[in-house]
């Protein structure tokens, strides 16, 4: 596998549910970060991880619980959503944060509906 | 409040022809800009990038160019083709953001036609 790869393509979860979404790259970066595109929305930043450590969080409420055990995965972790969750998440990779941000690698995405 | 607009959701041109698509940004602290290239079911591809200290930079095909004064930025395609059919994203970030992450806008689908 190549690039910057994301599992599961398509969940349906209920609000009840516990479910994570996993990514993972192969590119030798070492940040990554989770963005999330709702319909007609631009793409929202969500969490941003250099080396391992968060080093932003975007406001995003505690349902959502990203986890980054080595510098090539990603995990977001959910429970209990709502439906306006239902979102394509995107992650993304870069060399490291700072100037190399600006180029970064993106997954295909994980696209989410909440019942 | 977005930060980087995208005004057009879509644009069709014929192949062969130039292609246009247009951005615009309200943060004045953004000192660098990017435009991404979505195809369905494929996340986005870094495209063509331009720092503040520029106005124009070209790659081939594809010019971006830069207006600060007007807070304005535009991605040329010349000569359009069948393959460059998908949605573009601009997106901006500046030194010392903080979180590094890239601000979007909505994207523009553009429909190459034959």
């Known amino acids: 596998e190549t690039g910057v790869t994301q599992t599961p393509r398509h969940l349906v979860m209920g609000m009840t549910n516990k479910k994570s979404l996993k990514c993972e790259q192969h590119l030798g970066h070492n940040a990554m970060y989770w963005y999330k595109q709702s319909a007609k929305k631009p793409l929202e930043l969500m969490f941003v991880y250099s080396l391992e450590e968060r080093v932003e969080n975007n406001s995003v409420p505690s349902r959502f619980s990203p986890e980054c055990p080595n510098s090539s995965h990603l995990f977001l972790h959910l429970h209990t959503l709502q439906p306006e969750d239902s979102a394509l998440y995107l992650c993304a990779s870069s060399l490291t944060t700072g100037v190399s941000s600006y180029e970064q690698y993106f997954g295909p995405g994980t696209r989410l509906t909440v019942t | 409040d977005q930060q980087v607009k995208q005004n057009s959701p879509s644009l069709s041109v014929q192949e062969g022809r130039i292609s246009i698509l247009n951005c615009d940004y309200t943060n004045s602290m953004f000192d660098y800009f990017l435009w991404y290239k979505k195809y369905p079911a494929e996340g986005p591809t870094f495209l063509i990038s331009?720092?503040?200290?520029?106005d124009k930079n070209e790659d081939g095909r594809f010019t971006v160019f830069l207006n600060k004064s007007a807070k304005h930025l535009s991605l040329h395609i010349v000569p359009s083709q069948p393959g460059d059919s998908a949605v573009y994203f601009c997106a901006a970030t500046y030194l010392g953001g903080g979180a590094d992450g890239l601000t979007f806008g909505k994207g523009t689908h553009l429909i190459i036609q034959p």
């Open positions: 331009i720092s503040s200290i520029k």
